[in-house]
């Protein structure tokens, strides 16, 4: 009986050994199933982060540039089309002050002088043109010293009036015209050039030392106007008739 027991109970503890076995040969078996199971989903995981990030970075990458390449290309453009737009700046000039045209001629009727209604030329009388200047900023008497005559002299700031006496008068010996605010009835002006002169009355007829004169004709070289020229520019603009000695 006793043996019987014995046997029984080795036997329930054969069972439990056999069973715990199978447990730990199972239990085995998963671990080492999982392990490679847990193993390959983070490998996956790392590699589909990796993927997605080199895929992400690419395509940023190929998004910039291609970005990159349209702003230069529509910046380039537009600045091509600016310009092409721009129209290239012409340098201003101012246009020379043209002088009065006139026939290319000089006769007795251009040693005509005018002034504030006053006609005038020499040898005429000199009171109109005196009345329309004003007073002079100065006036003086010159003796003749072969007459004992005196000539009167009248001093504007652009003109200049030498007169000598006749019959109680005083007639116009010479006028000189010294700035630009008085021109000659063609427009001839002090300031002007020889070959603006000569394009309104031709040709000079005769140079004297400094003075470029244009004779009232061709019988009568005592009458005349004549320029004074500083460099190219007419300095003096004068009318004069010149007499014998004896004549004043």
Do not use: W
């Not at 046997?7 to 050994?17: G, N, P, R, S, W």
């Amino acid at each position: 009986m006793r043996v019987k027991r014995i046997l029984a109970l080795l036997a329930v503890i054969c069972m439990l050994t056999t069973g715990c076995g199978k447990d730990k040969i199972n239990s085995s078996e998963d671990i080492n199933i999982s392990e490679p199971t847990v193993a390959t989903s983070e490998d996956t995981s790392e590699e589909a982060t990796e993927a997605t990030t080199e895929g992400a970075t690419e395509e940023n990458t190929d998004v910039t540039e291609e970005a990159t390449g349209e702003t230069t290309e529509e910046t380039t453009e537009a600045t091509q089309t600016a310009t092409e737009g721009q129209q290239p700046t012409e340098a201003k000039t101012e246009k020379p002050t043209e002088a009065k045209k006139g026939d290319g001629t000089f006769t007795s009727s251009d040693m005509k002088f005018s002034y504030g209604g006053a006609n005038v030329t020499v040898t005429s009388d000199a009171a109109p043109l005196i009345a329309a200047l004003g007073k002079p900023k100065d006036k003086e008497y010159i003796e003749n010293c072969y007459t004992g005559e005196k000539h009167a002299q009248y001093t504007y700031d652009a003109i200049k009036i030498f007169t000598y006496p006749s019959d109680n008068k005083e007639l116009i010996n010479e006028i000189r015209i010294l700035n630009n605010t008085l021109p000659t009835p063609k427009g001839l002006k002090v300031g002007m050039t020889l070959s603006e002169a000569e394009a309104i009355y031709g040709k000079v007829h005769k140079v004297v030392g400094k003075l470029y004169c244009y004779y009232a004709s061709e019988d009568d070289t005592s009458t005349y106007m004549y320029l004074e020229l500083s460099g190219d520019k007419i300095k003096v603009i004068g009318y004069i008739v010149e007499f014998e000695s004896s004549e004043q």
